[in-house]
């Protein structure tokens, strides 16, 4: 009995000492916060594919990747980042996760005065004289 009392003892104490990591919550927010320095280090939003050939865009796939990481709470959180950039994909992300009308009016409200310029690229076409709201208000627009 007393052995296997000891091994008991010995797994809750392993399980206990493993912490959140055993669940993969640090995973996943080390997952996210390596997405997020990549994407601060990006110099500008593109769409899926660019270029005359129509390439997969590497910053297009790390947003993608966060969003796949990422709550839509957290992508809220994320749409008040420091980096332009970072805020135009977590906002992008919010309306392809389909968060809902009422909160992408309230991110839209919170940013009306977030003139950060930012370069964007959609498909062949760049953009070098845009800023975040007028790109937030572009995509949140019905088709």
């Known amino acids: 009995m007393k052995p296997f009392l000891t091994t008991i003892v010995i797994l809750v104490s392993i399980i206990a000492l493993a912490g959140p990591s055993a669940y993969g919550q640090t995973d996943s927010l080390t997952r996210q916060d390596s997405l997020l320095s990549s994407l601060r280090k990006m110099d500008r939003v593109e769409s899926e594919r660019i270029g005359i050939a129509g390439s997969l865009s590497r910053n297009y796939q790390a947003a993608k990747s966060l969003w796949d990481a990422s709550s839509v709470q957290a992508l809220i959180k994320f749409t008040d ?11 992008l992300g919010l309306i392809k996760k389909k968060a809902g ?12 005065n977030d003139t950060a310029k930012i370069t964007t690229m959609n498909g062949c076409i760049v953009w070098n004289s845009s800023d975040v709201i007028t790109y937030m208000k572009s995509i949140s627009a019905p088709e």
């Not at 980042?81 to 906002?91: E, L, Q, T, W």
């Open 101 to 112: 009308q009422q909160t992408i009016d309230d991110i839209l409200n919170k940013h009306q």
């Open 81 to 91: 980042d420091k980096s332009p950039i970072v805020r135009c994909y977590a906002f």
